[in-house]
C-alpha cells in the first residue's frame, strides 16, 4: 500500500448468523482493530454488528455504509455511519471503500460483495464462507483462512504484496 491512509479492510457477512459466526465476527473486528486499521462493513445486523463491535471494544475506528438514508440504521458500534439511499447497491461501496474484505458465512449479499471485490482485483479472504468455481471448474483466488488471527493476517499481507 503506497498511501500514508489508514489501512481499511471490509467485512462482509449476513445480517442474521449463528452465535458461532457472530463469535468469530467480533474476533475479526477486534484484531483489525488491533493492527491499527479502520473497519468497513455494510453497518447493519448479524457479522456487521458483531464485527463492529469487536473492533469498537479494541478502540478501532468503524465505518458503516447503510443502505438507506437514516444515520440512525446503523447499528450502535458504527461510528461513521454513511448513507447511501441506494438499497442493496451499496454493497459496491462497501468493497470499493476497503483495501481488502474479510467475508464471514454468508448470503446473497455476501456473495454479490465477494463477486465486486473479485471483479475489482480488491482480495478476498474467506471464513466460513462460499466457495465458489467458475463454469470451467476453476477457483477464484479467495485466501481461505480457519481462524479470525489468520484471516486478518492474510487480508494485510494481500494488500501489502
Given at each position: 500500500?503506497?498511501?500514508?491512509?489508514?489501512?481499511?479492510?471490509g467485512?462482509?457477512?449476513?445480517?442474521?448468523?449463528?452465535?458461532?459466526?457472530?463469535?468469530?465476527?467480533?474476533?475479526?473486528?477486534?484484531?483489525?482493530?488491533?493492527?491499527?486499521?479502520?473497519?468497513?462493513?455494510?453497518?447493519?445486523?448479524?457479522?456487521?454488528?458483531?464485527?463492529?463491535?469487536?473492533?469498537?471494544?479494541?478502540?478501532?475506528?468503524?465505518v458503516?455504509?447503510?443502505p438507506?438514508?437514516?444515520?440512525?440504521?446503523?447499528?450502535?458500534?458504527?461510528?461513521?455511519?454513511?448513507?447511501?439511499?441506494?438499497?442493496?447497491?451499496?454493497?459496491?461501496?462497501?468493497?470499493?471503500?476497503?483495501?481488502?474484505?474479510?467475508?464471514?458465512?454468508?448470503?446473497?449479499?455476501?456473495?454479490?460483495?465477494?463477486?465486486?471485490?473479485?471483479?475489482?482485483?480488491?482480495?478476498?479472504?474467506?471464513?466460513?464462507?462460499?466457495?465458489?468455481?467458475?463454469?470451467?471448474?476453476?477457483?477464484?483466488?479467495?485466501?481461505?483462512?480457519?481462524?479470525?488471527?489468520?484471516?486478518?493476517?492474510?487480508?494485510?499481507?494481500?494488500?501489502?504484496?
Amino acid at each position: 500500500m503506497t498511501s500514508n491512509r489508514q489501512l481499511r479492510i471490509g467485512v462482509l457477512g449476513p445480517g442474521t448468523a449463528s452465535a458461532e459466526t457472530l463469535a468469530l465476527a467480533q474476533e475479526v473486528g477486534a484484531q483489525i482493530a488491533r493492527l491499527g486499521a479502520v473497519l468497513v462493513c455494510g453497518g447493519l445486523g448479524g457479522v456487521m454488528a458483531a464485527a463492529a463491535h469487536g473492533a469498537r471494544q479494541a478502540g478501532g475506528l468503524t465505518v458503516g455504509i447503510v443502505p438507506g438514508t437514516d444515520p440512525e440504521d446503523a447499528n450502535d458500534f458504527i461510528d461513521v455511519p454513511i448513507v447511501t439511499g441506494m438499497g442493496e447497491a451499496r454493497n459496491v461501496l462497501v468493497v470499493r471503500s476497503s483495501n481488502a474484505v474479510i467475508a464471514i458465512a454468508g448470503s446473497y449479499g455476501t456473495l454479490s460483495e465477494m463477486a465486486v471485490a473479485l471483479k475489482l482485483g480488491i482480495p478476498v479472504v474467506g471464513l466460513g464462507t462460499w466457495e465458489l468455481r467458475g463454469p470451467d471448474g476453476s477457483e477464484p483466488p479467495i485466501l481461505r483462512a480457519s481462524t479470525p488471527q489468520e484471516a486478518v493476517a492474510k487480508a494485510v499481507e494481500a494488500v501489502r504484496l
